[in-house]
């Protein structure tokens, strides 16, 4: 630690115990974060219940391609994530800014594709209202709650992918300590929220219908 | 005298200047990271919103003087209620208890400097102000007459009010109390004194944690549901709408997950205050504290599982109303529990009425009426006959006003002397307590009586025979009114003219009144440890302590 923007805040006392506090709070603000999608998924699974067969019919109509590349894509970023946390606790400036960008660099990957997804949906008018393609009234349910749940989840995603750009420049910059700081460590658990969420919404969203 | 920590001659003074003095510029207020001087900034905030929504329901009840629509139309009636409700539910209930005097004592009865993220507590401050702009706003363009509950589809297809600038007031003011929620965690687990171990903390410092543990998990779902409001009604995406397949009762059920809860987001804090303030004005220590904890705990945890009984003639079915019923029964034991040890705790006790005192014992009276009208509201053949009635207004203003903010004031006056430095003239204080409990009944119980005769809760107009209970509630909102705005007076006056208080006016115990008053920016000197449980007011082997806190103060002060 040689240039030291100092890493013990108030009202800490010392920095073991301030990294304990600040991963205690960021899993309180997680367990927070599960109900608040918990109550959508819930809405969701009431809906799917009632009317199993336009959930079907309209799950078939999203595309399964673009999400399951996502869904690897995000699984990737969480690695590059992990490796970078635990580089930070070695000190290896070199690897953590690396595998900061990559996961950036993923994350964008995941909108950009989400983007491209999303042209699609409305170039074949799969948002709810009078030009909606399928028949049942459910189908529409099914696509109000897909907008919203993945809408939900792209603004999580922007929120992390500046998280951990801040990250990467602070350490590029060598703006930051590593070791020892908490940042690196409550970014990581939030990121990897934002890909325990895909993987719900995953079969949620795309499997549906595909069985048969 | 033995202290919760060591005896209180131990912990140096420091003469460090005091919070208050650690600066006077704007910016040093709304830019501190001190949890102190945040709590203050609640309050001044939390005050404005208390008035704004008094203001409101002033005119909710001059209209109900008369049977008919004389002051304003049915239109502007709506809007006030709605005013009056969003406001004391969102800005004045939630917040006041818990961020005004949970952030000033949490750190201090731990022994704490600050909490565990300052800066995150000061962010909730801003959310808490920018979601009340908002409402404001909403108010300002024309107001809003869905009800503090927003249900569908009124809300999302028909109202043509200011219903997404109130939902989004409101989802920002739930972000801030998330957020304190987590920091209050955090902070009782990773912050504690040496040697304050869980069951050596203050009755105050569990109930803020409760508090805390169902702000975190129960708002998140209020947010939600603000969202797909949201969704609905401005984005056109049908996610409620019956004609579009949707279901508006799973809105109630998703309302009420949070909004029940928020129940004891709002009593639970409450309990706290009582527990200090009954144990320190009866001099004995409180009775059966482990069960008393245990009481919250289970009262924060069974609150998750009662919400439908707010549903209980929503269209649900039988068997989920029998269960909802009878745990909404169950979640009344543990608030029983505490009302006995209350008791128990006053019986033999030296009991002084100090004001604080007064409150706490209004408290114990309102909330206890309240409490046991909430088993009429449980059982469900009286609920189908009172619902939407006045009885069921009656019953949660009990609960609410009579019970929490009685504790409010309670608390208002037992740390006043700690957070400002000063004692208030008592007289006028007590005067006020005992206006209050008056004031209270001769508003609220002539609508027990009215609601029960069938008296539907939200019209501006009604039949000629219920005018006399009208009357009856609107003369004692008067008197309610008067004793509300006192304590502003003398309170106000006491900062400039009122004797120094000292560091232990009451002589209570607790690590709080072991510093100075108002206590220095870092809280203690040098961190304190503590080696006896809370409350101890009669410690083995002595005599009960004399208590005279009028005759002290001024050579004792920091």
């Given at each position: 630690m040689t240039q030291s923007p100092a890493v013990l805040k108030e009202p800490w006392q010392d920095l073991g115990r301030q990294r304990e506090g600040a991963a205690f709070g960021i899993w309180v603000f997680l367990a927070s974060e599960l109900l608040f999608f918990g109550g959508m998924i819930l809405l969701y699974t009431v809906y799917r219940v009632e009317n199993p067969e336009a959930f079907a019919a309209a799950a078939r109509e999203t595309d399964i391609w673009y999400g399951t590349v996502?869904?690897?894509?995000?699984?990737?970023?969480?690695?590059?994530?992990?490796?970078?946390?635990?580089?930070?606790?070695?000190?290896?400036?070199?690897?953590?800014?690396?595998?900061?960008?990559?996961?950036?660099?993923?994350?964008l990957t995941f909108g950009i594709l989400k983007g491209f997804e999303y042209a699609e949906d409305i170039r074949k008018s799969l948002i709810p209202g009078p030009d909606f393609p399928l028949q049942e009234p459910a189908a529409q349910l099914f696509f109000a709650l897909y907008w919203t749940m993945t809408g939900l989840h792209a603004i999580h995603l922007t929120i992390g992918i500046g998280l951990v750009s801040r990250l990467c420049l602070l350490g590029a910059l060598g703006r930051i300590v590593l070791r020892g700081n908490p940042q690196f460590e409550v970014t990581a658990l939030y990121w990897h929220l934002i890909d325990v969420i895909w993987i719900i919404l995953y079969p949620l969203i795309y499997l549906p219908g595909r069985a048969s | 005298m033995t202290t919760i920590a060591a005896p209180s001659g131990d912990l140096p003074v420091s003469s460090e200047p005091s919070y208050l003095s650690a600066g006077y510029t704007l910016g040093s207020w709304l830019g501190t990271s001190d949890h102190k001087r945040i709590a203050i900034l609640y309050a001044i905030s939390v005050?404005?919103?208390?008035?704004?929504?008094?203001?409101?329901?002033?005119?909710?009840?001059?209209?109900?003087?008369?049977?008919?629509?004389?002051?304003?139309?049915?239109?502007?009636?709506?809007?006030l209620f709605t005013l009056h409700g969003v406001i004391m539910v969102w800005f004045f209930m939630i917040p006041s208890i818990p961020?005004?005097?949970?952030?000033?004592?949490?750190?201090?009865?731990?022994?704490?400097?600050?909490?565990?993220?300052?800066?995150?507590?000061?962010?909730?401050?801003?959310?808490?102000?920018?979601?009340?702009?908002?409402?404001?706003?909403?108010?300002?363009?024309?107001?809003?007459?869905?009800?503090?509950?927003?249900?569908?589809?009124?809300?999302?297809?028909?109202?043509?009010?200011?219903?997404?600038?109130?939902?989004?007031?409101?989802?920002?003011?739930?972000?801030?109390?998330?957020?304190?929620?987590?920091?209050?965690?955090a902070t009782t687990h990773m912050l504690r004194a040496p040697g304050m171990t869980w069951f050596r903390l203050p009755l105050f410092v569990w109930a803020i944690y409760a508090t805390s543990i169902v702000m975190v998990l129960a708002t998140p779902v209020l947010a939600i549901t603000l969202i797909l409001i949201v969704a609905e009604r401005w984005l056109g995406l049908p996610i409620f709408d019956p004609s579009r397949g949707g279901d508006p009762v799973l809105f109630q059920h998703l309302f009420w997950f949070y909004s029940h809860p928020a129940v004891y987001i709002m009593v639970l804090p409450a309990m706290g205050v009582v527990s200090e303030v009954i144990t320190c004005f009866a001099r004995r220590r409180v009775f059966g504290y482990t069960f008393m904890v245990y009481a919250m705990i289970g009262i924060a945890g069974i609150g998750f599982f009662v919400w439908g009984h707010h549903m209980f003639?929503?269209?649900?079915?039988?068997?989920?109303?029998?269960?909802?019923?009878?745990?909404?029964?169950?979640?009344?034991?543990?608030?029983?529990?505490k009302v006995f040890n209350w008791t128990a705790t006053l019986y033999r006790g030296q009991i002084s009425f100090d004001a604080p005192m007064l409150y706490a014992l209004g408290f114990l009276g309102l909330f206890t009426i309240g409490g046991l009208t909430g088993l009429f509201l449980a059982s469900i053949p009286v609920d189908v006959h009172v619902t939407d009635t006045y009885f069921v207004v009656?019953?949660?203003?009990?609960?609410?006003?009579?019970?929490?903010?009685?504790?409010?004031?309670?608390?208002?006056?037992?740390?006043?002397?700690?957070?400002?430095?000063?004692?208030?003239?008592?007289?006028?204080?007590?005067?006020?307590?005992?206006?209050?409990?008056?004031?209270?009944?001769?508003?609220?119980?002539?609508?027990?009586?009215?609601?029960?005769?069938?008296?539907?809760?939200?019209?501006?107009?009604y039949p000629p025979e219920f005018q006399v209970y009208n009357v009856l509630s609107s003369a004692g909102a008067v008197i309610l009114a008067a004793a509300y705005l006192m304590p502003l007076g003398y309170l106000a006056w006491s900062l400039v003219w009122g004797r120094r208080a000292g560091r232990n006016p009451w002589d209570a115990t607790g690590l709080e009144w072991q510093t100075a008053s108002p206590p220095p920016r870092e809280n203690f000197p040098r961190t304190p440890h503590v080696d006896v449980g809370p409350y101890d007011y009669h410690p083995e082997g002595m005599s009960p302590a004399p208590y005279q806190p009028r005759h002290r103060g001024q050579g004792d002060q920091a």
């Open positions: 996502n869904t690897a894509v995000l699984l990737t970023s969480s690695l590059t994530m992990a490796v970078a946390a635990q580089g930070a606790e070695q000190d290896w400036r070199r690897l953590v800014v690396w595998c900061l960008a990559a996961t950036a660099l993923l994350g | 005050t404005l919103f208390f008035f704004l929504g008094g203001i409101a329901v002033t005119i909710v009840r001059v209209e109900l003087f008369t049977p008919e629509a004389d002051v304003v139309t049915a239109d502007t009636y709506n809007r961020n005004i005097f949970g952030n000033f004592l949490l750190p201090l009865m731990i022994g704490a400097p600050d909490v565990a993220f300052p800066r995150l507590n000061l962010m909730s401050w801003y959310l808490n102000i920018g979601g009340a702009s908002l409402t404001i706003y909403a108010l300002i363009a024309g107001g809003v007459d869905t009800g503090w509950t927003f249900y569908t589809p009124f809300s999302t297809m028909f109202s043509n009010t200011h219903v997404l600038a109130t939902a989004a007031g409101v989802f920002l003011a739930g972000f801030s109390s998330i957020a304190t929620g987590v920091n209050f965690i003639v929503a269209g649900m079915s039988p068997y989920a109303g029998l269960i909802f019923s009878f745990l909404s029964f169950v979640v009344a034991v543990p608030s029983a529990i009656a019953h949660f203003h009990y609960i609410m006003v009579g019970g929490t903010v009685s504790a409010f004031f309670a608390a208002l006056h037992f740390w006043w002397p700690k957070i400002t430095g000063r004692l208030y003239p008592e007289t006028w204080a007590r005067f006020a307590a005992i206006l209050m409990f008056f004031g209270f009944n001769f508003t609220f119980f002539p609508q027990f009586i009215v609601g029960y005769l069938g008296m539907p809760r939200r019209y501006h107009v």
